[in-house]
């Protein structure tokens, strides 16, 4: 997770929403590791065979390719070799079943694709009067990217926002779609805030906005491959888009339509206080379910990692 911000005296409230969407997250890290298999003796493969191949980008409304088998060592991998993981939480019982992601519906086994992910956008948005799904442009094979805004006030543009005085803050995810736990955090928060009304006293000091998925083409060329080391879901995403970009290294240039649409009318439009980029590590061996990184040294200016360590380190994760 990386977390970069200007200085405002108002992103207090900002960070308590935060601190609620890394609870969140926690509990998607910690349902993504299976349960380990029972020890089994099997022959050798007869014949070595191919494992990994390339799976095409899909166009929208297209069907994706089956998966490719895998060898005994590569099944061993996913599914979690021999080490004592930990078990899939249970999902929250007064979370009626309507409301459930695909996350907790499957047990955090399966996340959603793009179609359902904008289903499900959808249906916040009929679900609360706090909730707008916008598009703020599309993507290299066409496809609408997403933003859900958040707002008590609906302050549903940035000049309404403004308006408010509360700081704004962005939630993005799927920047590398291998790494999509955040967006079904952030599906989860906004319904717990927005349409549960659970906690909903935090949305009285800010306003939230979601990018559910930036790399949508990537997104959808899911596999069960894509990142073997991984604990889960079942699919996931590509870490390009169907042009070949990452996007976490294109923030510059700004060469693909995604960049350029999020700089250009996300970004430079509702000037966010704090910014919190979702990733997730593909199988690394880490001491902590979530971990984070804020901007500093040399090319940051200490105004922002004075803040920085003083209002999230020093109060968020204290608390």
């Known amino acids: 997770m990386l977390i970069s911000a200007r200085v405002s005296s108002a992103a207090r409230a900002a960070l308590v929403v935060l601190a609620l969407s890394c609870n969140t997250a926690i509990d998607l890290a910690q349902a993504a590791a299976p349960a380990a298999p029972t020890p089994t003796s099997a022959a050798p493969d007869s014949a070595p065979r191919r494992v990994l191949r390339r799976v095409p980008f899909p166009l929208p409304g297209t069907n994706r390719p089956a998966p490719s088998g895998a060898d005994s060592v590569v099944r061993a991998v996913l599914d979690g070799g021999g080490s004592a993981l930990v078990a899939r939480p249970m999902v929250e019982p007064d979370i009626p079943t309507f409301w459930r992601t695909k996350a907790e519906r499957t047990n955090y086994a399966q996340s959603a694709d793009y179609d359902e992910t904008m289903r499900y956008c959808r249906q916040l948005e009929a679900g609360s009067r706090w909730v707008k799904l916008i598009s703020y442009g599309r993507s290299g094979q066409g496809r609408e990217l997403p933003l859900l805004v958040v707002s008590k006030d609906r302050a549903f543009t940035p000049e309404a926002a403004r308006a408010t005085g509360k700081p704004v803050l962005l939630i993005q995810n799927g920047i590398h779609p291998g790494e999509i736990e955040g967006k079904d955090a952030s599906l989860a928060l906004i319904r717990d805030l927005a349409v549960l009304r659970k906690r909903e006293a935090l949305l009285d000091s800010v306003t939230l906005l979601v990018l559910p998925i930036f790399s949508v083409d990537g997104h959808e060329r899911l596999s069960r491959y894509n990142r073997i080391n991984q604990n889960g879901p079942d699919e996931m995403g590509w870490r390009h888009t169907a042009a070949g970009y990452n996007l976490n290294r294109d923030y510059l240039k700004a060469d693909s339509p995604e960049m350029r649409a999020l700089i250009g009318n996300v970004y430079t439009r509702w000037w966010p206080e704090l910014l919190v980029d979702d990733h997730t590590t593909d199988g ?29 380190e020093g109060r968020v994760l204290d608390t």
């Open 284 to 312: 690394a061996d880490y001491r902590h379910d979530v971990t984070y990184a804020i901007p500093h040294g040399p090319g940051t200016p200490a105004s922002i990692e004075r803040w920085l360590t003083e209002a999230f």
